[in-house]
T-cell receptor, first 117, second 116 residues
Framework: GENVEQHPSTLSVQEGDSAVIKCTYS??????FPWYKQELGKGPQLIID?????GEKKDQRIAVTLNKTAKHFSLHITETQPEDSAVYFC????????????????FGQGTILTVHP | ETGVTQTPRHLVMGMTNKKSLKCEQH?????MYWYKQSAKKPLELMFV???????ENNSVPSRFSPECPNSSHLFLHLHTLQPEDSALYLC???????????????FGPGTRLLVL
């Protein structure tokens, strides 16, 4: 089955700096890669996702890049703010083509991001 | 709010107790999921229901019993649990379909379970 590795496990940055979190996956058939943010006492919330037909996607201060050849994808947060502090999870799944997709996401271990004011 | 609610938010139970976790989604989705989140481990998929049919049981012990009476509600019945079952149990929902891409999963806030 799919295996997703996420690094680093903890990341500490100063406000205004950039933060980068990296994930690798094992199954070359995976074609959907979401990123979730989990704040204390809440469930994970989707912040951005990318599909295998694109190499990069941006949404304001957040961007995700995908390298299918190397089987890795990364989350980039620019101009970090204290409210960005949370646990971030990457995930990967295979969306069946022509069949029914049942959303079998495989998650990374998570990265605790701390942004110091 | 994500449109997915879970009750109770916190639960303490003994190993001989029977309890149930409830999840409700208000998003009109057709797929619902149970995940287990333990400290320092990735989220583990436990069960998947699509159109009320269980489509995935990820080798979960029989002391966890899911129930999906309709597309909006999902239960997780617990009995004779072990202390190592203490974790955050998350429910999620999504809209799945034939030939469509993976759709976003929306998570509830979770139930923090402690087994004594």
């Amino acid at each position: 089955g799919e295996n997703v590795e996420q690094h680093p496990s903890t990341l500490s940055v100063q406000e205004g700096d950039s933060a980068v979190i990296k994930c690798t996956y094992s199954d070359s058939a995976s074609n959907y890669f979401p990123w979730y943010k989990q704040e204390l006492g809440k469930g994970p919330q989707l912040i951005i996702d990318i599909r295998s037909n694109v190499g990069e996607k941006k949404d304001q201060r957040i961007a995700v890049t995908l390298n299918k050849t190397a089987k890795h994808f990364s989350l980039h947060i620019t101009e970090t703010q204290p409210e960005d502090s949370a646990v971030y999870f990457c995930a990967a799944s295979i969306s069946s083509a022509g069949g029914t997709s049942y959303g079998k996401l495989t998650f990374g271990q998570g990265t605790i991001l701390t942004v110091h004011p | 709010e994500t449109g997915v609610t879970q009750t109770p938010r916190h639960l303490v139970m003994g190993m001989t107790n029977k309890k149930s976790l409830k999840c409700e989604q208000h998003l009109g989705h057709n797929a619902m999921y149970w995940y287990k989140q333990s400290a320092k481990k990735p989220l583990e998929l436990m069960f998947v229901y699509n159109f009320k049919e269980q489509t995935e049981n990820n080798s979960v012990p029989s002391r966890f019993s899911p129930e999906c009476p309709n597309s909006s509600h999902l239960f997780l019945h617990l009995h004779t649990l072990q202390p190592e079952d203490s974790a955050l149990y998350l429910c999620a929902s999504s809209q799945e379909g034939r030939g469509t891409y993976q759709e976003t999963q929306y998570f509830g806030p979770g139930t923090r379970l402690l087994v004594l």
